[in-house]
Nanobody, 127 residues
Framework: QVQLVESGGGLVQAGDSLRLSCAAS????????MGWFRQAPGKERECVAA????????YYADSVKGRFTISRDNAKNTVYLQMNSLKPEDTAVYYC????????????????????WGQGTQVTVSS
C-alpha cells in the first residue's frame, strides 16, 4: 500500500506563487510515475502536470505551461509542483497520483492509469 500526502496549498492572490509537495511512502519511489491533477467545482478532473519515473520526462497542460513546474526528488520520495503567476482559474483541489511499478520514460495524463491518490490540497487564488 502506498500513501501519498500533499501539502502546500492555501489562499493566495493572483500573481503569487505556491509550491505543492507530495510525499510518498514505499521503498521504490524511483519506479513511480507521478502526476498532479486538479478539480474545480463543477468541472472535470484534469491533469496539469506529469513526470515519468525514468528520465524525468514531463508533461504540462496548455493552461499551465510556462507557469507550473513539476519535479521529483527520489531521495526524499517527494514530487513537487511549483506554481507561479497564479490565476483565479487555477483555483481547485489539487491531487497527486502515483503509478507504481512503472520504470519507464512514459508520463501519464489519464487518471485511470494511476493506482494511488493523495487526499488533495485546496488552492484558492483571489483576484
Amino acid at each position: 500500500q502506498v500513501q501519498l500526502v500533499e501539502s502546500g496549498g492555501g489562499l493566495v492572490q493572483a500573481g503569487d506563487s505556491l509550491r505543492l509537495s507530495c510525499a510518498a511512502s514505499g521503498r521504490t519511489f524511483s519506479n513511480y510515475a507521478m502526476g498532479w491533477f486538479r478539480q474545480a467545482p463543477g468541472k472535470e478532473r484534469e491533469c496539469v502536470a506529469a513526470i515519468s519515473s525514468v528520465g524525468g520526462r514531463t508533461y504540462y497542460a496548455d493552461s499551465v505551461k510556462g507557469r507550473f513546474t513539476i519535479s521529483r526528488d527520489n531521495a526524499k520520495n517527494t514530487v513537487y509542483l511549483q506554481m507561479n503567476s497564479l490565476k483565479p482559474e487555477d483555483t481547485a483541489v489539487y491531487y497527486c497520483a502515483a503509478r507504481t511499478r512503472d520504470s519507464s520514460i512514459t508520463y501519464y495524463t489519464n487518471g485511470d492509469l494511476y493506482n494511488y491518490w493523495g487526499q488533495g490540497t485546496q488552492v484558492t487564488v483571489s483576484s
